[in-house]
């Protein structure tokens, strides 16, 4: 019998076990229960095996921003597969949605970020920027600027280049990360490590460390930083906003170029086009990928400014995926910039629904285990804890509340992720009023559960 939606849960999750190896998955958390089978969606809402409809409140993984279910994006993608299939941009070739969307992204970025390099993932374009800014110095005589500083619980991907980039110590302790010339800082998560200093101190502290670690290092040896706006797999974490007006200054000042990872902010997340517009950033490279094509098909990009272009374009840059630039993959994300601009989206998350979810999900802190509501846009996270006052983390293992607030939200039909106690969301972008109600209901009945 061939495996469809139509065979019983329990006999999908039964071969799902016996093959299917989860990624960031410890599997005997699936072990009696087996994975809940997904097996259609539109809008917000996911529909399992059962017949369940479920809340996605995580966008996927950071990335439907149009929503599920959107005809014009399997029809761009089926008109791009009969027209041309695949072709590659290496060797003196191009093809019409490679040229097209990467003016669109050059009309879209901030600045003087007008080039585009394409990958198929955003780990993928993170270990393009290694490259690229290392080889960017090595270009222009200074060879031993190579090292690159990184932040503590940052996310820049699972790639050996771009894991070890990240500042996950969990995936940092498996397979040999990080490599050498990546340097970690402190992350500004004012909640968890601020102590007794105000959120101002606190942001200024934390961009200092950035100074002080090129002075260790010698900053005729530091390539470039590299960070999210706003960190998201860490937990969504909002920097204090003295934080990034010190950070840029001494980029500028210390001759670093900076790498705004905009994975997850990108593409309307934050209430701009970019992350970088919200908090008033100027990076030299933006990584992208997610929302660019609301994960309808694979593509992450790397979006370099002129100066950094015209160096790399002197020289033979000896990198490129077989996908780089896929035209199918160009075609979709075209036509969800399209759907994105057309329908005013990333407008109405600025102006409407994200300040009404604002509004929403500030107002989980009158809950008794909620201690903290960052929110930028359509990102937010919520720190719990058994004491407000005292910033108190649980007395159990760090994460365990917040899992088993996850497992009850999941049981509600509300998909909420977990960092450690800090539970987050980042839903579609085209959530509705109404479905941002359900939401918060749902949470907050979630959190009761667990009194
Ligand atoms: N950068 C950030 C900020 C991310 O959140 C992610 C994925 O979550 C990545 C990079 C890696 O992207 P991908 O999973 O497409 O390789």
Redo the contacts with the bound molecule.
């Keep these: 019998q061939p495996i469809t939606n139509h065979l019983p849960t329990a006999e999908l999750q039964a071969l799902d076990a016996a093959h299917h190896i989860h990624p960031f998955t410890t599997q005997s958390e699936l072990a009696g229960k087996g994975a809940r089978v997904i097996t259609g969606a539109r809008g917000v809402m996911l529909r399992d095996s059962e017949g369940q409809e479920i809340l996605d409140a995580m966008a996927g ?2 990335c439907v921003n149009i929503g599920y279910g959107r005809d014009e994006l399997a029809e761009a993608a089926a008109r791009q597969m009969r027209e041309l299939p695949y072709y590659n941009t290496f060797f003196q070739t191009t093809h019409v949605p490679a040229i097209a969307l990467s003016a669109k992204l050059a009309e879209l970025a901030p600045g003087n970020l007008n080039h585009v390099f394409y990958a198929g ?6 270990d393009t920027n290694l490259r690229m800014v290392r080889t960017y110095w090595a270009e222009r005589g200074k060879p031993e600027k190579q090292v690159v500083i990184s932040r503590w619980n940052a ?5 050996v280049g ?1 894991g070890s980039l990240g500042g996950m110590k969990g995936m940092h302790a498996q397979g040999g990360l990080p490599i050498p010339g990546i340097e970690h800082v402190d992350q500004p998560n004012w909640w968890a490590e601020g102590g007794d200093m105000s959120p101002e101190e606190f942001g200024l502290e934390r961009a200092r460390q950035l100074e002080a670690k090129i002075d260790e290092i010698g900053e005729d040896r530091v390539a470039a930083f590299i960070a ?1 706006p706003v960190q ?2 860490g937990g969504v974490i909002v920097a204090p906003d003295s934080y990034w007006p010190e950070v840029m200054r001494i980029c500028r000042e210390r001759d670093i170029l900076f790498i705004a ?1 905009e ?2 902010c990108g593409f309307g997340r934050t209430g701009e086009w970019f992350g970088s517009q919200t908090l008033d950033l100027t990076p030299d490279i933006m ?1 992208i ?2 929302g660019l094509s609301s994960g309808y098909q ?1 593509i ?1 990009a790397s979006i370099v400014s002129d100066a950094v272009a015209e160096v790399i374009g002197n020289c033979e840059f000896n990198h490129g995926y077989t996908y780089s630039g896929h035209p199918v993959a160009c075609a979709v994300a075209l036509e969800n910039l399209r759907i994105l601009e057309e329908e005013k989206i990333v407008d109405r998350v600025r102006e409407d629904t994200g300040p009404y979810l604002r509004q929403k999900f500030e107002a989980l802190t009158d809950h008794p285990m909620v201690g903290e509501a960052k929110i930028v846009g359509m990102m937010g996270s919520l720190a719990l804890t058994p004491d407000k006052s005292a910033r108190a983390p649980f007395a159990a293992d760090a994460g365990t509340v917040g899992f088993m607030t996850r497992e009850r939200c999941f049981a509600n039909n509300l998909i909420m992720r977990h960092v450690g106690d800090r539970m987050i969301i980042s839903p579609p972008l085209v959530i509705s009023k109404t479905e941002i109600d359900t939401l918060i209901d749902r949470a907050w009945r979630s959190l009761d559960e667990g009194m």
Excluded: C, Q, R
């Design positions: 993984l950071w993932s955003g780990s993928e374009a993170n996310y820049h991907g699972s790639s771009s999210e998201g797999a990872d994975v997850i990584t990928a997610k694979p992450g």
